[in-house]
């Protein structure tokens, strides 16, 4: 070995009076790491991409580039901070399906008589034909319906007092859908990080005392006196939060008639937090909006009826059937005069 060798082996040995602790990263990969962010990686060109590539990339001949070997982990909220009634919640985006027409037209048909039963389970729960009959659109949604879509059968039966008292530990929002002068909202109480949220589709800048009256006061005062009795830990927090009217980006202005869907919608989608993350899918005020609706009111209807526990499923498919049979221009007919008999009925029943 010629001296200079020697020279650069004594100076590349570590004679360092603390340990080293390198694993080999070259200074390279560190820049990587430090400087560049991965998802610059990903859409760098696989011949253009730095060497050694970070672990969780590998690198497969694509036209995109370097294909990510683990998927980013989700940043979903845990079940218990979810909506509980996201397992009902619809795609808004989706078509209407051709079943899905001919069930909603079946029932805007006003075939029968408006106490007809269209839903039924078990227990006796029940809806009537002129229930379902105010999704027609411009139509004033029965509060009743709601229950319908949101409740599951098991909670159909009444628990005991001491069942509901050790439940409230796990709970982290109640959802009340409040009725109030015809007009239909959503109050949500959260216990987790405790607060009071009033969700709604009209765009609010009057007084909110004159709007709601004393009720959301009332629901805020027994809740408290309930949660004290059963010693819940947040009890006291909860007492003091505000009431809150979070601006939405959907609100309407004259739109007064759909806020039963509204509130439907609000009680799948809303999850507590920032209001930034409340993702309904509507749009602004608009056409577009009304559309949505519409096809929402559509979707509602068939959810509803084609619960599993609706007893009377079988025999509305049957009707539904021998609907498909008239003429179309029987159907036609039909469905021409149904905004004016549906409001006639449900002016009638009040």
């Not at 078990?122 to 409740?151: D, N, Q, W």
């Not at 109050?187 to 009256?213: M, S, W």
């Not at 909860?238 to 939405?248: C, D, K």
């Amino acid at each position: 070995m010629s001296c200079q060798m020697a020279k650069n082996s004594v100076k590349s040995f570590h004679n360092s009076l603390f340990p080293n602790w390198s694993i080999g990263m070259t200074q390279e990969f560190v820049d990587i790491i430090s400087n560049s962010p991965l998802k610059d990686i990903m859409k760098t060109p696989i011949d253009q991409c730095p060497s050694p590539l970070p672990l969780s990339i590998v690198p497969i001949h694509s036209d995109y580039g370097a294909v990510r070997a683990r998927e980013l982990r989700p940043k979903n909220k845990p079940p218990k901070l979810r909506s509980p009634f996201i397992v009902r919640a619809v795609d808004i985006t989706k078509r209407i399906s051709r079943a899905q027409k001919d069930l909603s037209e079946w029932v805007f048909s006003t075939q029968g008589h408006p106490s007809d039963e269209l839903f039924r389970t078990c227990v006796g729960v029940a809806a009537e034909r002129f229930h379902m009959e105010s999704f027609f659109p411009k139509c004033e949604l029965f509060g009743h319906t709601i229950r319908h879509y949101h409740v599951d059968v098991s909670a159909f039966t009444i628990p005991t007092l001491n069942y509901f008292k050790s439940y409230t530990w796990y709970l982290f929002h109640l959802f009340l859908p409040v009725v109030r002068d015809f007009h239909i909202f959503l109050v949500v109480l959260d216990f987790q990080q405790p607060a009071f949220c009033i969700i709604e589709n009209i765009k609010r800048d009057d007084d909110t005392q004159h709007t709601y009256g004393l009720l959301p006061d009332i629901i805020h005062s027994y809740m408290i006196q309930y949660l004290r009795s059963v010693h819940h830990p947040n009890a006291e927090a909860f007492s003091h939060v505000p009431r809150q009217i979070p601006q939405l980006t959907w609100s309407t202005v004259n739109n007064t008639t759909d806020c039963g869907i509204f509130t439907m919608r609000h009680m799948e989608t809303f999850m507590g937090g920032n209001i930034r993350d409340f993702k309904t899918g509507f749009k602004s005020d608009s056409l577009a909006q009304d559309n949505q609706l519409s096809r929402l009111q559509v979707i509602y209807i068939c959810k509803i009826i084609n619960l599993d526990y609706n007893l009377l499923k079988d025999s509305i498919f049957h009707q539904v059937a021998e609907f498909q049979k008239l003429t179309a221009s029987n159907q036609n007919q039909l469905l021409k005069d149904a905004a004016t008999r549906i409001h006639a009925r449900l002016t009638e029943i009040g």
